[in-house]
Structure formats: structure tokens, C-alpha cells
């Protein structure tokens, strides 16, 4: 079978296309014929030798997969042969806290991913998809869809009238704006393209800013809650805006921090956290249980998601240097086996 390697650190080049056997399931275990993966930015850290010290080479990259129960191993009753799946980002956190050990059974990262024609992986590592979805649409759920459920929903209680500031157009924060939506909460969003702000406002979002033009964003967002800030931030930046956002949510608000998509090594001041008795919580992704649970609203509310382009499996690179051009709104799609 055919799968991409990273074989250094050396970043994007370092992507190989090779020719592996084709694995077979033991006892628990199921084969997957892949149909589609989903690029996220922790993606380009892997390629790149960011996402920690100590990466394994040569690795399968990418977490995010969904494709075709093929063939299942003695003792296997969570799926059947047919079935549509995805995979879970870590592959060991079912339910509960996240663990050291858990940690070490991401895919793409800790483990090999699913940028192959087949995988096998551990029967407790997969979730049924929605039925209306495709597998270039279910592909795209388990860690940006994941990790926005987790920081709104699980950890955010997020309710009608709430309010919600989602940074940048990215996977993360259109999930969090389909899932603000659907709970009854406003949406402000902010982007430095008008285009982009525009396709976000017909998908529901109730202001816009664009920070490029309103550099002070966290200010317009106070005014237009009424002097009073936002009750959740979705906080994908990092330490480049992680002080704006600390200044734009409300006293006893959220800031799920979930991203470093800007600048690192920024000092943060630490009074407004104290003083505003905010709560701010480290997002990595979530578990099966988090995964399962987003499904079934995903099923109920008919959600499909924003897929803005599909690249063939021979073009992986190009999908790679797609994303980190940042040209992307929503997610960016290979396509395996279709």
C-alpha cells in the first residue's frame, strides 16, 4: 500500500510517498481502508520538528482520517465490517481526564497517523460517523471539531444568549461558530480579510472585525457588548493574542486556549486573570466520550463541515503548503481511496 512518511524534521520536503505492506488486525484491532484525512496546524509543527523534542522519524503524519471498516481482528464488537469511522486524536483517552499516558497515543505524532491507504487501529480508537456526513466531511471532525466541542460545550457551558469571540477563520473557530449557533449564543468573529468576514457572517456570525484594519480589536469588542466583553473566547493565537483576549472577555468569563498560531515567547501579564476572576483553560483536543457526544448533536442539528479545498492523495505537499499559507476557510481535505 501506498503512505506518506516524514523521514526528518526537514519540513514539508521531508514528506515521502513509500510503499509499505499492507497491516493486518490482531485480536481487538480493525483495518480501515482510509477515504479521507483533514490538515490541521499541528500538522505543519510535525513536519517541521516544532510539536516537541524527541520526534520519531520515519512517522505517518496526520491525526485526522475517516474511511472504511475493511477487515476487524478476534474479539472486535465495537464496529463491523462496513462501517464508517473516524479515528480519535489520542487513541487511549476514551473517557475522563488526560493522562501522561494517554498523551503518548496521538496519532501523527506519538503514533503513526492516517496519511496512508490503510491503518490499523485499536477498536476503541474509532467512532461511528454521521450519517449525512461524506468522508472528506468526517475527516475534518477529530481534532478541530473535537477541541472546539470540548472548549465550548464540555468544559464551556456554553447557553442561549451567551456570547462568544472566535479568533481568526481557521477549522477551530468555524466549528465553534456552528456549535455557538446551535446553542443560541452570538457570535463575534474576527479575520483580516473582509472576504473571509463575509463568509462568516453568512454563516451565522453577528459581527465581525477585521483586525488588520482595527488593530485595537479587543476595544471594539468591549463596545459592542455593551462595555461588559465576551463570556467565551475561542483563543487559537497564542501568545500574540492571548492579551487582547484577556482584555475582550468579561469578569468571571472563559478563554479557552486552544492555538499558537502567532508569535511565541510574548510575556503575558497575569493581573487581568486575577482581577477579572477569568478562567483560562488549556484545550488539547478531547476524548472518545467528547467525540461521541459532539456526533450525536452534529447528527441531530444536520451540521455539515466547511471544507474549503480537496487535494488527491498525490498531492499531499500542495495540501501541506495550502495550510500554511493561511489562504484556507474551514478545513483542507485530502482525499485517499475515493
Given at each position: 500500500m501506498k503512505v506518506y512518511e516524514i523521514q526528518s524534521n526537514a519540513g514539508i520536503d521531508a514528506l515521502a510517498l513509500v510503499h509499505r505492506?499492507?497491516?493486518?488486525?490482531?485480536?481487538?484491532?480493525?483495518?480501515?481502508?482510509?477515504?479521507?484525512?483533514?490538515?490541521?496546524?499541528?500538522?505543519?509543527?510535525?513536519?517541521?520538528g516544532a510539536y516537541g523534542a524527541g520526534q520519531k522519524y520515519p512517522l505517518i503524519p496526520m491525526s485526522d482520517g475517516a474511511g472504511e471498516v475493511v477487515a476487524v481482528g478476534e474479539g472486535v464488537t465495537r464496529v463491523k465490517v462496513g462501517d464508517r469511522v473516524a479515528a480519535t486524536?489520542?487513541?487511549?483517552?476514551?473517557?475522563?481526564?488526560?493522562?501522561?499516558?494517554?498523551?503518548?497515543?496521538?496519532?501523527?505524532?506519538?503514533i503513526d497517523g492516517m496519511l496512508a491507504e490503510y491503518v490499523v487501529l485499536h477498536q476503541d480508537g474509532l467512532v461511528i460517523l454521521p450519517d449525512h456526513l461524506s468522508?472528506?466531511?468526517?475527516?475534518?471532525?477529530?481534532?478541530?471539531?473535537?477541541?472546539?466541542?470540548?472548549?465550548l460545550v464540555t468544559k464551556g457551558n456554553i447557553g442561549a444568549g451567551d456570547s462568544v469571540l472566535l479568533l481568526g477563520t481557521g477549522g477551530v473557530s468555524i466549528f465553534a461558530l456552528q456549535f455557538a449557533k446551535i446553542h443560541g449564543a452570538r457570535a463575534i468573529?474576527?479575520?483580516?480579510?473582509?472576504?473571509?468576514?463575509?463568509?462568516?457572517k453568512?454563516?451565522?456570525?453577528?459581527?465581525?472585525?477585521?483586525?488588520k484594519t482595527t488593530?485595537?480589536?479587543?476595544?471594539?469588542?468591549?463596545?459592542?457588548?455593551?462595555?461588559?466583553?465576551?463570556?467565551?473566547?475561542i483563543e487559537v493565537g497564542g501568545a500574540g493574542t492571548l492579551p487582547k483576549?484577556?482584555?475582550?472577555?468579561?469578569?468571571g468569563g472563559r478563554v479557552s486556549l486552544i492555538g499558537v498560531l502567532s508569535e511565541r515567547g510574548s510575556e503575558i501579564d497575569p493581573m487581568p486573570i486575577l482581577f477579572k476572576s477569568l478562567t483560562v483553560q488549556g484545550i488539547y483536543v478531547g476524548s472518545r466520550e467528547m467525540f461521541e457526544a459532539m456526533n450525536q448533536t452534529i447528527q441531530h442539528h444536520q451540521i455539515k463541515p466547511i471544507i474549503d479545498r480537496?487535494?488527491?492523495?498525490?498531492?499531499?505537499?500542495?495540501?501541506?503548503?495550502?495550510?500554511?499559507?493561511?489562504?484556507?476557510f474551514g478545513k483542507v481535505v485530502i482525499s485517499i481511496n475515493s
Open positions: 505492506p499492507e497491516p493486518k488486525p490482531a485480536p481487538g484491532e480493525v483495518l480501515i481502508q482510509v477515504k479521507a484525512t483533514s490538515l490541521n496546524y499541528r500538522d505543519l509543527l510535525v513536519a517541521e486524536f489520542f487513541q487511549d483517552w476514551i473517557y475522563g481526564s488526560l493522562t501522561r499516558e494517554k498523551m503518548k497515543s496521538d496519532l501523527g505524532g506519538g468522508y472528506a466531511e468526517g475527516a475534518t471532525l477529530p481534532c478541530a471539531a473535537v477541541t472546539a466541542w470540548h472548549g468573529a474576527t479575520s483580516s480579510s473582509d472576504e473571509k468576514l463575509a463568509r462568516v453568512q454563516l451565522g456570525a453577528d459581527e465581525t472585525i477585521n483586525y488593530p485595537d480589536w479587543e476595544k471594539q469588542v468591549y463596545q459592542l457588548t455593551n462595555r461588559i466583553g465576551v463570556d467565551h473566547v483576549s484577556l482584555q475582550a472577555v468579561r469578569i480537496i487535494f488527491p492523495f498525490d498531492e499531499a505537499r500542495e495540501a501541506y503548503r495550502y495550510l500554511k499559507s493561511a489562504a484556507h
